[in-house]
């Protein structure tokens, strides 16, 4: 979970590559939302909509990242 957290702090920061190289090797419906939510912050949102698929979730119409990483956050503690 703490490499979670650490691929939350650079979501914060909008660091979506750093993010990336930590998530793509979580494979928890969490890891899978964050996933989705870097494919967001990148501009692909084809390939967000499968990794928050895998998470469980929905990608909603005009994602709001910001919401999206706080929300995240709050559910890694």
Request: net charge negative.
């Amino acid at each position: 979970m703490a490499a979670l957290k650490d691929a939350v702090a650079f979501l914060e920061q909008g660091e979506w590559e750093a993010a990336h190289a930590i998530v793509q090797k979580d494979g928890s419906a969490l890891g899978s939302w964050a996933h989705g939510i870097v494919h967001v912050m990148e501009g692909d949102l084809r390939n967000a909509g499968y990794w928050y698929r895998r998470a469980g979730r929905e990608l909603p119409d005009g994602v709001d990242t910001d919401a999206e990483v706080a929300a995240l956050k709050a559910e890694v503690g």
